[in-house]
């Protein structure tokens, strides 16, 4: 047993982080094979013990893979960990921003490619949009992620769907702040209904514009607010 596994962490920690680092920077392309252990060693000047749970790490987090018998190759250089973190540490105007850019494209697409069961789901969504005496922000951002999420769904792209699913809860708070801000422009039914219509019609450009019209005007009075809090 270690007598100190504090010390013990810390290497493995710098060694995570160098290893994530030449990840990153593209030392080891997807695909490639890193070098075995006793090399990364004698090249970080620790432990091969210490190395092998570096590795072991990066394996769970979905960066490494063992192929039994030929060694251990990248799969991936970007640790969606530490990308998730990133993006709960943003601000409420990159969350906005990356709203914008996801929901014009996933309306886009899903005018391109949704089918009859995609509009149905998406139609349904949008009805539960109509304000309710007793709405509160929380139940209405639900419902607003319910919509865009049925669209994200309907763009046939898997990739697009997932980031916006994994994202949901941070644009969810995001839309609440807005909400909650008297300043900022609250979208409605009206504009909501534009989007699901272009997507019906089969009008890709349009349902981006819609889109866009719904997320860029809070991005402009957010600008606005934040450049006058700064004079």
């Known amino acids: 047993m270690n007598p100190n596994p504090a010390i013990k962490r810390s290497l493995v920690d710098i060694a995570l ?10 030392r ?3 695909g490639s094979r890193i070098p075995t252990e006793p090399e990364l060693a004698d090249e970080l000047g620790i432990s091969r ?5 570096a590795v072991r790490v990066l394996l769970y987090a979905g960066l490494l893979e063992v192929r039994q ?4 190759y990248v799969r991936a250089t970007v640790n969606p960990g530490e990308a998730m973190r990133a993006i709960s540490r943003a601000s409420l105007r990159e969350h906005l921003e990356v709203r914008c850019l996801l929901e014009e494209s996933a309306a886009r697409l899903a005018a391109l490619r949704a089918g009859a069961d995609d509009l149905v789901r998406i139609e349904a969504t949008l009805h539960t949009l109509a304000r309710q005496a007793d709405d509160t922000p929380e139940s209405y951002a639900e419902r607003d992620i319910a919509f ?7 763009s046939g792209n898997q ?3 997932g980031l916006y699913r ?3 809860r941070a644009v969810q708070q995001s839309v609440q702040d807005a909400i909650r801000d008297e300043a900022l422009p609250d979208p409605g039914l009206a504009e909501h209904a534009a989007i699901f219509e272009a997507i019906q019609q089969k009008r890709p450009d349009a349902a981006g514009d819609a889109a866009a019209a719904i997320t860029r005007p809070l991005l402009a009075t957010l600008d606005q607010l ?4 700064n004079q």
């Open 28 to 30: 080891w392309p997807v």
């Open 226 to 229: 934040l450049a006058a809090q």
């Open 148 to 154: 865009h999420l049925a669209i994200a769904d309907a």
């Open 69 to 72: 018998g030929d060694g251990t």
């Open 166 to 168: 994994y994202f949901s």
């Open 17 to 26: 982080d160098s290893l994530g680092r030449q990840l990153a920077d593209g």
């Open 49 to 53: 013990n210490t190395v092998r749970e």
């Open 159 to 161: 990739a697009l769907a």
